[in-house]
């Protein structure tokens, strides 16, 4: 009997340490398993249906520090290599340039040039790991920043604790196409309603242009609109609307001799 007891707790005792030994290596497999995460890479399509363009986020060009920023009339073949960024809590519940309301828990970023909204799939150079993101502001502002992501796809893609990281940005579909009818030269040859002559980040450089303007154009009014582009506010000198043709092409005719030939037409 005591042999048998002995056997017994013999084996007992092995079967406990074997248990042991298989917890230690699942736990340390755990703890150093490393992989890129895909999060939502294989989003799904019907929450990418198409896309309406925003009207007050796709301006041909506009100013923002002095430099001129070109909007791209698609999204379609865009690819790009740069350094991402991330913006949360200072903007949260601010309007976004396409006029959405910003959340910084939803997966969205701000692009400077992309036709807004759109899509494009985000990879981080660093660590592999990507992610879908819905483009629907504007920015980053800063030298060498290729996009702005929100807090929770920064959390995602590893870039919350750095800053900044290195990315490469691929457009997918749907693909976001403005049909714009205006340019900065015209080429439809149509007289223009309105003519944007230039925007300023700051109100008062706007207001002195306009106060300008009124004493060089009688044919139609001049007015300031105001903007949010990504974090900033941009003030647009416009003119209109001009009631004819005639009056339109004297309008530009003027401008054009007056030195303001980046003009953008509507």
């Not at 398993?33 to 041909?60: C, D, Y």
Request: aromatic share 8%; glycine share 6%; with cysteine.
């Amino acid at each position: 009997m005591k042999v048998e007891k002995i056997k017994v707790l013999a084996m007992a005792s092995l079967a406990i340490l074997l248990i042991i030994g298989v917890s230690s290596v699942y736990a340390h497999q755990r703890r150093h398993h490393k992989r890129p995460i895909a999060h939502n890479v294989k989003h799904p399509h019907s929450q990418r249906a198409t896309l309406n363009a925003s009207r007050s986020g796709n301006q041909a060009s506009y100013v923002v520090d002095h430099r001129v920023y070109h909007v791209r009339n698609s999204s379609k073949g865009y690819v790009q290599k740069g350094i991402a960024s991330w913006y949360g809590p200072n903007f949260q519940h601010h309007l976004t340039s396409t006029g959405a309301v910003y959340n910084m828990y939803a997966l969205t970023a701000a692009s400077k040039t992309l036709p807004i909204p759109c899509y494009v799939k985000v990879t981080n150079l660093r660590n592999g790991r990507q992610l879908i993101v819905k483009v629907n502001d504007r920015g980053p502002f800063k030298r060498g920043r290729i996009i702005d992501l929100s807090y929770e796809a920064a959390k995602r893609l590893g870039v919350v604790k750095t800053g900044t990281a290195p990315v490469k940005l691929v457009a997918i579909t749907p693909y976001q196409t403005l049909d714009r009818h205006f340019a900065h030269d015209n080429p439809s040859g149509l007289a223009p309603k309105f003519i944007q002559v230039a925007s300023y980040r700051q109100i008062g450089n706007a207001d002195h242009l306009a106060a300008k303007l009124r004493r060089m154009i009688s044919h139609a009014p001049v007015h300031v609109k105001t903007l949010r582009y990504g974090h900033h506010h941009l003030y647009r000198v416009r003119i209109g609307p001009i009631p004819s043709s005639k009056e339109s092409h004297a309008v530009v005719a003027k401008l054009r001799k007056a030195g303001y030939h980046r003009l953008v037409y509507r």
